[in-house]
């Protein structure tokens, strides 16, 4: 036997035995056993493991929870809340409610649903259910930027995903930690990260793709831009560079990322093209489910289109992107008093970099084979940017419809400087990893304990007029949409309000098809005796008498006016089509 054939013997043995030491089976014969101490020892780190994970998703919701009790419960966090509670007492497909332009039907709802069991009808169930979102939405971010890796990368991945998401500041909060905001869109392609990471590249992993997005767009359509069209994209892109690659060349650049399985140059544009038409799938699969949903009596959607910028507004609202993106991550220096809020800031705002650099750095692999997750995450924060900046009036009212980037933009950047930063550390400092974690967890209390000591409880938006409306025996009524669903929270369900707009000189005070159970307005079976007028939002003492005629007798509360009617006032409003409300959103 030559030498060579010999060396090759020997290290074919020692893999064998390195295989059979991990417990890993060998040509269908029972792998080693390991002895009784490393497996305990083995089971002890996994049981401490457990326990630190259940402490930290326990530390950030307490922490969330907090800051969400900051953010005042309005209208439209309510209407949340009454369509968990209608799908706990057993109306499932939400039956009469018209909902907004999105539904938030797959994971708010339900979330507000187990609330409203465990809690009651309640205001403080909606930070409740923030808190619980927003830390589904930290775990789901540091369990994709840490994929495969175990270690001190994947621990580096998942500490820079946290630091990223930690601390929002109050003026950000209101996006981030209150309902419906659109956070917990990105929850949905969080999960297809995992499905992709770990379902293998087969039909399985096609399949789960379909699924997920398919609940994704029932849930939200902005699912289309952060969802659908990256997955479309990447995988038309990499499966037409892998067909168009000859056979021998490599499969990607020189600096192409590992983290992707190897494959062929048949099975890479086999997988990647059932991933794309998984996606396109995706959106049939959705429309028909809600359109099942509508046949058979459930929610219905109320919405508008958008239309393009004009060019003399583009450059002003490319501004504004980046202004709203600096002010999602809480790094905007605009607005911020010098002083030790700054260095928060700049804490912050490196750390957006780093998002900044992790979008970099994976778009640079679009075409090429290696982490898809890291460069779908990518391609969906571009989709999601650019969308906002060309169809979007940006600013204050719109930046919510730019919140699933922040989950999303956390999770890529440690999923993409993870790696690089443990292997810096291990190669310039060979000592321990702990200085390394301990930094990360200082930055993360640093960014963290400011919003939690300066956060204070918010009394409900319409509490006191609550109180004093069933206090005074006033239990059915109509309001203007922000008074409406915030009072029928706000007095935990024993005063009912209806929703109505009033849109002047295009019909007057008629319903408003926005966040409202519609069935409320059936004069069959419900009696609305009183008018909650509020001049600051629009519904005035003058339109509501030209509708329903002088009052019995009227109430001042505060800034509304109560006027109390000796008749049901629903007749009145039914049979009247409402003129589309023009809200914006997706």
Known sequence: MSRQARVSLQEVRSKVAEQQAIGVQVQGKPAARQPRGSRVRVRRRTIVASLAGVLAVAVVYLC???????????????????????????????????????????????????????????????????????????????????????????????????????????????TLLTEPDHTGTAIVPLVLALVIDRAGRGRRAAALTCLVLAWGLVEDSLVVLVGVAPVVIVGLARAGRAAATPPGEPAGPPDASPAGPPSGRRGSTRYEALLAGAAVAAVVVAEAAKALIRLAGGWVLDGNGHQFVTGQDLAGNAGGTLQDVLQLFSASPLGQPVGVGVVLVAIHLVLAGMVVAGCWLALRRLFWSGDMVAVLLAAGISANLAAYTLLYVTGPATIQDIAPVFGMGAALAGRVLGGPLARWWQARRSGPALPLLGAWAAVVVCVSIPPLVTARPAAADNGALATWLADHGLHSGIAQYWQANSVTLDSGGTVTMRDVWDYGTAGGIRPYPWEEDTSLLDPRRNDANFVVAAAQSGLTVPSIEQRFGLPARSYQVGEFTVLVYGRNLLPTLSGLPAPYPGRIGW
């Open 64 to 174: 969330a929870l907090r800051e969400a009790s900051a953010v005042q419960v309005q209208s439209d966090s309510a209407a949340m809340a009454l369509q968990g509670w209608a799908m706990a007492h057993g109306n499932v497909l939400l039956h009469g409610w018209r909902l907004a332009d999105v539904s938030f039907y797959t994971i708010e709802v339900p979330l507000y649903a187990l609330a409203g069991l465990a809690l009651g009808l309640r205001p403080d169930i909606v930070p409740a259910c923030s808190a619980a979102t927003f830390t589904i939405l930290v775990a789901a971010a540091a369990l994709v930027a840490r994929g495969q890796r175990r270690g001190l990368a994947g621990a580096a991945a998942a500490g820079i995903a946290t630091a990223v998401m930690a601390g929002p500041v109050l003026r950000v909060a209101g």
